[in-house]
């Protein structure tokens, strides 16, 4: 199973926007609904950001939201802080009952 | 508060055997999926494999498949990953992760261990 394609860098000014694509094909991202997101600062374990594309769990602000379209995901943070200055990854459950995560996007928050 | 504690990594051979454990607590273990995942030092994430709440299935990935296993003990709220044959591509961090939904299986973890470093070297 190859990993997702995501950009390895992403880069945005306090306030602003940014989008992180995850890009996969009909055997994962395309076929269902189980894209998720997950932020890790350097050291720590991953955190839960979206779930089932567009899900946000409790406690994760509303300023990170997930959408999907064909094979490609997509996570927007908005309104950026310096907090979010992390890696970012998505990842999928496939067509083999096994998940694949994408290679990882660095967000500097200039 | 849930907790998922892994232990058991450590400095190994390759070709030889290493046995990881995650012991959860503060929720019902033994209604939950639980899934192993790596990253190598300075790389990203990698699923390694995932059980089902009583242990009847068991999905690997292809990196893993026939060298690792995983189980489980409901009565000890202890998940097992036994790692046989160990290459250098194998060591990583180590961590276990709870799935997000009771019963099934949806492929995501919203708990996840402080992870167990694991360095296969001669």
């Known amino acids: 199973q190859s990993a997702l394609t995501q950009p390895a860098s992403v880069s945005g000014s306090p306030g602003q926007s940014i989008t992180i694509s995850c890009t996969g094909t009909?055997?994962?991202?395309?076929?269902?609904?189980?894209v998720s997101w997950y932020q890790q600062h350097p050291g720590k374990a991953p955190k839960l950001m979206i779930y089932?594309?567009?899900n946000r769990p409790s406690g994760v602000s509303n300023r990170f939201s997930g959408s999907k379209s064909g094979n490609t995901a997509s996570l927007t943070i908005s309104g950026l802080q310096a907090e979010d200055e992390a890696d970012y990854y998505c990842?999928?459950?496939?067509?083999?009952?096994?998940?694949?995560f994408g290679g990882g996007a660095k967000l500097t928050v200039l | 508060q849930v907790q998922l504690v892994e232990s058991g990594g450590g400095v190994v051979q390759p070709g030889r055997s290493l046995r990881l454990s995650c012991a959860a607590s503060?929720?019902?273990?033994?209604?939950?999926?639980i899934h192993w995942v790596r990253q190598a030092p300075g790389k990203g994430l990698e699923w390694v494999a995932v059980?089902?709440?009583?242990?009847?299935?068991?999905y690997y990935a292809d990196s893993v498949k026939g060298r690792f296993t995983i189980s489980r003990d409901n009565s000890k709220n202890t998940l097992y990953l036994q790692m046989n044959s160990l290459r250098a591509e194998d060591a990583a961090v180590y961590y276990c992760?709870?799935?997000?939904?009771?019963?099934?299986?949806?492929?995501?973890?919203?708990?996840w261990g402080q992870g167990t470093l694991v360095t296969v070297s001669s």
């Open positions: 059980i089902s709440y009583d242990g009847s299935s068991k």
């Open positions: 089932d594309v567009s």
């Open positions: 992760a709870r799935d997000g939904v009771q019963w099934l299986a949806n492929y995501y973890f919203d708990y």
């Open positions: 503060g929720f019902t273990f033994s209604s939950y999926s």
């Open positions: 990842s999928s459950y496939t067509s083999t009952s096994t998940l694949v």
């Open positions: 009909s055997s994962d991202v395309g076929g269902y609904n189980y």
